[in-house]
């Protein structure tokens, strides 16, 4: 049997989906999660317990593995991958493989700055990598309705274009990296549709049989002249297929 394929960030909304299509795939996986593994779960797979800021379990997690998909993260700092990094290169030098954003070196927004330094400890970790970025998936829209629909006014970044990515296919093109050979910086996977935040936005509530007034506004500084600008948008690699309508569609079934 072939080594394991270790998914950080295995229990969270893309990884558990790279998890369940490698199990699917027949290949052995392992997964590293901040969290012990729930009783009574049978899926056959591995578990690791890490605590990255410690470094408690991350050998035992690496030892051994073939490919890393990488899908664990902090917001603001690259905690993460400086603690991963070394454990991984003291092993086998596993295939690191990075899932970022697309448009975070031309964006002055602060959690993009902290995804571009993450890429840059990837590649100059001395590991073999692959670096795909995505723009942002259906299940953050998702979120932010649910989030700002708490109040009877939502207010929105007025005419900010959107190009969302189901979680699924980003998941099904990292499951192809990690079995193949390091690859760099990959093309990017965008959505299939640019389409209007705020249009989203409502079309979300109107689903979920919220009535809210929506307020867009305009935002000062350089992050939200970017996004108006549209320097997240990747319209020449639009190689998704699932559309905002039809994720929404789509049964909870764990994905979302």
Not at 15 to 30: F, I
Not at 206 to 232: T, V
Request: net charge positive.
């Amino acid at each position: 049997m072939s080594n394991p394929i270790l998914v950080t960030g295995g229990t969270g909304a893309l990884g558990r989906q790279v998890v369940s299509q490698l199990v699917a795939a027949g290949r052995p996986v392992r997964i590293a999660s901040r969290r012990e593994r729930p009783a009574g779960d049978t899926v056959p797979y591995e578990w690791a317990t890490v605590d990255y800021k410690t470094g408690a379990g991350l050998a035992a997690a690496v030892s051994g593995v073939s490919a890393i998909v990488h899908c664990a993260g902090s917001y603001f700092d690259t905690s993460v991958e400086d603690a991963l990094v070394p454990v991984a290169i003291a092993a086998d030098r596993p295939h690191l493989i990075y899932i970022s954003i697309v448009g975070i070196d031309r964006i002055p927004f602060g959690y993009y700055k902290a995804k571009l330094a993450a890429e840059q400890v990837v590649i100059g970790s001395g590991l073999p990598w692959t670096i795909l970025r995505t723009t942002q998936f259906h299940d953050l829209v998702f979120r932010a309705g649910d989030a700002l629909s708490r109040s009877p006014i939502v207010p929105l970044p007025a005419g900010v274009p959107v190009q969302p990515i189901d979680s699924a296919e980003v998941a099904d093109r990292l499951v192809e990296l990690a079995a193949g050979p390091p690859a760099g910086a990959v093309p990017d996977m965008g959505g299939p549709q640019v389409r209007d935040a705020t249009e989203l936005v409502r079309i979300y509530l109107r689903s979920k049989g919220k009535r809210r007034l929506l307020l867009p506004i305009r935002l000062p500084g350089k992050a939200f002249r970017a996004f108006k600008n549209g320097y997240h948008l990747s319209e020449d690699h639009a190689v998704g297929r699932i559309t905002f309508e039809q994720a929404l569609s789509t049964p909870v079934g764990g994905k979302r």
